[in-house]
T-cell receptor, first 114, second 115 residues
Framework: AQKVTQAQTEISVVEKEDVTLDCVYE???????LFWYKQPPSGELVFLIRRNSFDEQNEISGRYSWNFQKSTSSFNFTITASQVVDSAVYFCALKMDSSYKLIFGSGTRLLVRP | EAQVTQNPRYLITVTGKKLTVTCSQN?????MSWYRQDPGLGLRQIYYSMNVEVTDKGDVPEGYKVSRKEKRNFPLILESPSPNQTSLYFC??????????????FGSGTRLTVV
């Protein structure tokens, strides 16, 4: 069965701290895609990154970085020097090559305190 | 601008009163889908459509209907809403293509309250 687990329900940090959001996935497919979305208090879903299963390179975009490890089925997201504007709910999602459906984790609520 | 437009953004209704949430995309995408978001459960797929006149159930289809008469529109219909359908709803679309081009565009969400 395909599944995405975000074990951290809520995380609270002080501004400028680094924070890592965990994502563990399950799939038997060899080709799949992993996503991260941000949901700010306004409610919309903001696309952050898509990673293909055949590309294990980690990625950095400004203060954001992603660590994809197939050996542990994890796709963790790190925010460096967090800011109050990073406060949001973050979702990890999985898509198999054989389907258009996105399978979402339950989300992690991040609160960055000034 | 490429976008998925959902309406309304907010809706409060009473149990049993039929309602429709509209979804329209301007990207000529074949695939469209509806999700509902509930606390602690993430987003779950309600229905999806691979193209005009082709629709199928997702993980939580009970109490919902959809139609896909035109490629750009994919309305979500609640024939007899109940309080357990109070949720945040998202429409999404995606085009076919090579795997690296897979991308999803989400609407802004519809917050539905059924009293």
């Amino acid at each position: 069965a395909q599944k995405v687990t975000q074990a951290q329900t809520e995380i609270s940090v002080v501004e400028k701290e680094d924070v890592t959001l965990d994502c563990v996935y399950e799939t038997r497919d060899t080709t799949y895609y992993l996503f991260w979305y941000k949901q700010p208090p306004s409610g919309e879903l903001v696309f952050l990154i898509r990673r293909n299963s055949f590309d294990e390179q980690n990625e950095i975009s400004g203060r954001y970085s992603w660590n994809f490890q197939k050996s542990t089925s994890s796709f963790n997201f790190t925010i460096t020097a967090s800011q109050v504007v990073d406060s949001a709910v973050y979702f990890c999602a999985l898509k198999m090559d054989s389907s258009y459906k996105l399978i979402f984790g339950s989300g992690t609520r991040l609160l960055v305190r000034p | 601008e490429a976008q998925v437009t959902q309406n309304p953004r907010y809706l409060i209704t009473v149990t049993g009163k039929k309602l429709t949430v509209t979804c329209s995309q301007n990207m000529n995408h074949e695939y469209m889908s509806w999700y509902r978001q509930d606390p602690g459960l993430g987003l779950r797929q309600i229905y999806y459509s691979m193209n005009v006149e082709v629709t199928d159930k997702g993980d939580v289809p009970e109490g919902y209907k959809v139609s896909r008469k035109e490629k750009r529109n994919f309305p979500l219909i609640l024939e007899s809403p109940s309080p357990n359908q109070t949720s945040l709803y998202f429409c999404a679309s995606s085009g076919s293509g090579t795997p690296r081009n897979y991308g999803y565009t989400f609407g802004s969400g519809t917050r539905l309250t059924v009293v």
